[in-house]
C-alpha cells in the first residue's frame, strides 16, 4: 500500500460510501496520493483517471471495494 498510503488510511470511509462523492470528497479521496495534488491551491483541474473514476463509481460500473482491491 506504499504508493496509495492516504487513500489506504481511508478505506473504512471509502467502503462504507452509500452515496455518491461530491466532487471535493472524490478528490481529496482519489487525488491526496497523486505527485500532482496539491491541497493549498485553489484549482479547478481533473486529470483524465479522475473523471472516469469517479463517472464509473458514480454509475454503479465499480463498486469502492474494485479501487481498495486494486490498491492491495
Known amino acids: 500500500m506504499d504508493t496509495f498510503p492516504y487513500l489506504a ?3 473504512d470511509r471509502l467502503s462504507r460510501l452509500s452515496t455518491p ?3 471535493p470528497e472524490a478528490v481529496e479521496l ?3 496520493d497523486c505527485p ?3 491541497p493549498e491551491r485553489e484549482e479547478a483541474l481533473e486529470c483524465g483517471s479522475f473523471r472516469i ?3 464509473l463509481l458514480d454509475e454503479g460500473r465499480i463498486a469502492p471495494a474494485d479501487i481498495i ?4
Not at 482491491?69 to 492491495?72: K, R, S, V, Y
Open 21 to 23: 462523492l461530491s466532487v
Open 36 to 38: 500532482f495534488y496539491h
Open 69 to 72: 482491491d486494486a490498491c492491495g
Open 53 to 55: 473514476l469517479r463517472r
Open 9 to 11: 488510511d481511508h478505506f
Open 30 to 32: 482519489l487525488c491526496s
